[in-house]
């Protein structure tokens, strides 16, 4: 099981959006998947994934539910375990958090990821997160403000991981994308010894990608073939080296295609 902590070092860079998406696709492509909206006091995957809680993890450090009783299936294969949007939360310790959250995993069964959707900046229960992860993502838009709190937490990263993973999202197209990550892979490689930060993917910034946002679609179920879905398709193939559950091989998607959306101006 692998648990990917995604986070950013800046809030609104789009990384609950990203990790909603991701989390789908893994479970379309037959991986057992739960959604963890660990943005405390800021919590929002329901509204992304459009779906209803009754219960959040509130409720369950009350003791006024069992862990079970607040997932939410949004298929099959996709569990969300509902976070906390008020500030009554945060006066719980973050042992508390943490350990209720992973004797509730236990209630799910078996699972291949666990995505865990954080807030922004390096709290503390954002560092513990990172701590507890196998895989961590750091997310990032091309703003010299953005670029230098992704460097902050990469910075923090090498602390306590080996590896990061680097999403750049928002991009003009794809060699504004490149630029940033190699930016930071320079300036990290120079000053940070210990991290190896990998570029995962990058999105390009898209009307169709905001407009999905405001009508609470996922742009990978609603727009398939679209550029920014495509380019999400993109990062989660990288995150499963290609393969779907089974071990088949993902289906590429015609260069031809994207070449002809590009050509009639459709993302």
């Known amino acids: 099981m692998r648990f990917i902590t995604v986070t950013s070092g800046k809030g609104g860079v789009g990384k609950s959006t990203l990790s909603a998406n991701i989390a789908y696709l893994l479970s379309i492509f037959g991986y057992k998947v739960a959604l963890f909206d660990a943005d405390i006091g800021l919590a929002n995957q329901d509204i992304i994934l459009n779906v209803k809680s009754p219960y959040t993890l509130l409720d369950v450090l009350k003791q006024e539910v069992e862990f079970k009783d607040i997932l939410v299936e949004v298929n099959k294969n996709l569990f969300l375990i509902p976070g ?58 091309p703003d010299p403000s953005a670029i230098m709190d992704a460097y902050s937490m990469i910075k923090y990263c090498s602390s306590v991981k080996d590896d990061v993973y680097l999403i750049v999202n928002r991009a003009k197209h794809k060699k504004e994308a490149v630029e940033v990550a190699q930016k930071l892979q320079n300036v990290a490689s120079k000053h940070l010894k210990n991290i190896d930060v990998k570029f995962l993917g990058f999105v390009e910034r898209s009307p169709l990608m905001e407009d999905a946002s405001k009508r609470r679609e996922l742009i990978v179920r609603e727009h398939k073939g679209s550029i920014p879905a495509i380019e999400i398709s993109n990062i989660v ?25 590009r050509l009639l101006q459709q993302v």
Not at 241 to 257: F, M, R, S, V, Y
Request: hydrophobic share 35%; aromatic share 8%.
């Open 237 to 261: 193939k990288k995150l499963t080296d290609n393969l779907t559950k089974d071990g088949e091989h993902i289906k590429q998607t015609p260069n031809i295609a994207i070449f002809f959306k």
């Open 84 to 141: 906390e949007s008020g500030e009554e939360i945060l006066k719980y310790k973050n042992s508390e958090i943490l350990d209720r959250f992973y004797q509730g995993l236990d209630q799910i069964g078996e699972l291949d990821f666990l995505i865990i959707d954080t807030g922004a900046g390096i709290g503390e229960s954002v560092q513990s997160f990172i701590k507890a992860s196998t895989d961590t993502i750091v997310v990032t838009i």
